[in-house]
T-cell receptor
Framework: DGGITQSPKYLFRKEGQNVTLSCEQNLNHDAMYWYRQDPGQGLRLIYYSQIVNDFQKGDIAEGYSVSREKKESFPLTVTSAQKNPTAFYLC?????????????FGSGTRLTVV | GDSVTQMEGPVTLSEEAFLTINCTYTATGYPSLFWYVQYPGEGLQLLLKATKADDKGSNKGFEATYRKETTSFHLEKGSVQVSDSAVYFCALSLSGNTPLVFGKGTRLSVIA
């Protein structure tokens, strides 16, 4: 079955560490997205990519980095510059941006700073 | 800019009650409209969508009608169940190079 796989489901980070969250899709979608969700909060866009080797900053890109070397993969690195990284991270994809295409979401990664 | 406004939650209902979650939007063009549902600890799932004025999206007993004159896309269900307890997000999509715009979500709790 096609879908989006996020891993790991739970991730613990020590202060000052960089960690990378994985997002893989086998839907042949062009566009991919990373969102951050805090308890009781809505979704905030971190980065998105409409095509391989290209990506744009969202509303809260500071302290995060991404790459899009392959169509099916869009990993997110949470760097030590992100001072408050504890949150639920969601990856999504869509055939192409805009119009009537909805997003398909992964099941999320919960990141906790210890 | 483009935006989506949802009613603030949480909404608490008894089982079999009628549900309405209000959603209004501001957009420069003619958006497609979506409702997503998020169950605890999971990602979002597409619940229903409508792509033009007067379209009605429906799924699992939920309905929403695209009202251009009132710029609204209210979510309704005639008889909620405990299993409908979740967070519901309204969203809009415009053609072009902009990501989906989400509302802040409305938490629904249904009690037996």
């Amino acid at each position: 079955d096609g879908g989006i796989t996020q891993s790991p489901k739970y991730l613990f980070r020590k202060e000052g560490q960089n960690v990378t969250l994985s997002c893989e899709q086998n839907l042949n979608h062009d566009a991919m997205y990373w969102y951050r969700q805090d308890p009781g909060q809505g979704l905030r866009l971190i980065y998105y990519s409409q095509i391989v080797n290209d990506f744009q900053k969202g509303d809260i890109a500071e302290g995060y980095s991404v790459s899009r070397e392959k169509k099916e993969s869009f990993p997110l690195t949470v760097t030590s510059a992100q001072k408050n990284p504890t949150a639920f991270y969601l990856c999504a994809s869509t055939p192409r941006q805009g119009g009537a295409y909805g997003y398909t979401f992964g099941s999320g990664t919960r990141l906790t700073v210890v | 800019g483009d935006s989506v406004t949802q009613m603030e939650g949480p909404v608490t209902l008894s089982e079999e009650a009628f549900l309405t979650i209000n959603c209004t939007y501001t957009a420069t063009g003619y958006p497609s409209l979506f409702w997503y549902v998020q169950y605890p600890g999971e990602g979002l799932q597409l619940l229903l969508k409508a792509t033009k004025a007067d379209d009605k999206g429906s799924n699992k007993g939920f309905e929403a009608t695209y009202r251009k004159e009132t710029t609204s896309f209210h979510l309704e269900k005639g008889s909620v169940q405990v299993s409908d307890s979740a967070v519901y997000f309204c969203a809009l999509s415009l053609s072009g190079n902009t990501p989906l715009v989400f509302g802040k979500g409305t938490r629904l709790s249904v009690i037996a």
